[in-house]
């Protein structure tokens, strides 16, 4: 498997985890978010933007640390196989988006709400994230055939979301909902962005903390399916951790972006399907050919593209 070896060196671990923390806090108490108000549009476009922009000026900064020290060939393709990585994770976190849909949907949760969840569902992410990227890059780097289960995983994962591409799903049937209702002292009613309330000396949780568990699994979920995708990528893990980690900063401001017209691209799911299958099989035929992580990154860009172009096509007709 290429990238075996990770170009991350201390200090750049470092640095990384301090600008994450720096712009995690900018966000929670500069930038308004641990106020409670409706995200517009404009400010999740303008957020999305930043995002992006971020995670190109990082693997511009990588790449030209790495053309300066290690030679050009290993810099074009870290940035490559970072660019590849990035499109993937932000590409699956879109489906992230569509379940967060439905779980505040059913919920009922007010827009101005929403925010502070999803700030504690991208800190749980983060983590969750960062135990799981170390721990895979462990097992990979000793035990290098669980490569083959990671691609078989993914394949199963992407034919079943083509069947159930057009199911939405039970939330009352959610096993850990049931479980939490069953343990927890719930608190009915509205008790605005509070995730728990006193009542005659007890503590009871509201319901806006069963939608952060949801929210949180929902992201635990979600991570066991994109991680082995993107170890088909790299098994560098500076790699694997910077890309997934720009992804998943930028989850929330995607969220309220594409929150109002979910709807349009609802042949999205297809194309992430396909992904995953493209992804696993990718895997499952390294020891016959070793598809180059450029192709790699033109078959997911046309994937995503088509489906993303298709659903507008289709929606605009149905709106007709």
């Given at each position: 498997m290429n990238s075996a070896i990770s170009i991350g060196e201390p200090w750049m671990w470092a640095a990384f985890i301090v600008f994450v923390l720096v712009m995690l806090v900018l966000d929670l108490f500069v930038f308004g978010g641990n106020k409670a108000h409706k995200v517009s549009v404009k400010e999740a476009a303008a957020w999305s933007l930043v995002w992006v922009s971020l995670a190109l000026a990082f693997n511009a900064g990588m790449w030209w640390y790495l053309n300066g020290t290690v030679g050009p060939e290993i810099a074009d393709r870290k940035a490559l196989e970072f660019l590849t990585g990035y499109l993937i994770e932000k590409s699956l976190s879109v489906d992230n988006v569509f379940v967060f849909l439905l779980i505040f949907t059913a919920f009922h949760v007010a827009p101005e709400?929403?925010?502070?969840?999803?700030?504690?569902?991208?800190?749980?992410?983060?983590?969750?994230?960062?135990?799981?990227?170390?721990?895979g890059a462990w097992v990979v780097r000793e035990y290098s055939w669980v490569l083959y289960l990671f691609g078989a995983f993914l394949v199963v994962t992407g034919m079943r979301m083509l069947v159930m591409?057009?199911?939405?799903?039970?939330?009352?049937?959610?096993?850990?909902?049931?479980?939490?209702?069953?343990?927890?002292?719930?608190?009915?009613?509205?008790?605005?962005?509070?995730?728990?309330?006193?009542?005659?000396?007890?503590?009871?949780?509201?319901?806006?903390?069963?939608?952060?568990?949801?929210?949180e699994v929902t992201d635990l979920v979600f991570a066991v399916d994109s991680i082995p995708a993107i170890f088909a990528i790299t098994t560098d893990p500076f790699i694997v951790f910077t890309s997934n980690i720009f992804a998943i900063m930028g989850l929330r401001a995607l969220y309220f972006l594409l929150a109002d017209v979910a709807d349009r691209f609802h042949l999205l799911k297809y194309g992430l399907a396909m992904v995953l299958t493209f992804i696993g099989t990718k895997m499952l035929i390294m020891p016959w050919y070793h598809v180059p992580v450029g192709a790699s990154l033109a078959i997911v860009a046309v994937l995503i593209g088509s489906s993303v172009v298709a659903s507008l096509i289709a929606t605009r007709k149905v709106a007709k």
């Open positions: 709400f929403q925010r502070r969840v999803l700030i504690y569902g991208v800190l749980g992410a983060i983590v969750m994230r960062a135990i799981m990227i170390l721990a591409a057009e199911k939405t799903p039970d939330l009352e049937k959610n096993p850990v909902l049931k479980f939490a209702r069953r343990h927890l002292r719930i608190a009915e009613g509205d008790h605005g962005e509070k995730f728990s309330v006193m009542k005659d000396g007890v503590r009871y949780f509201t319901p806006l903390f069963l939608v952060l568990i949801l929210i």
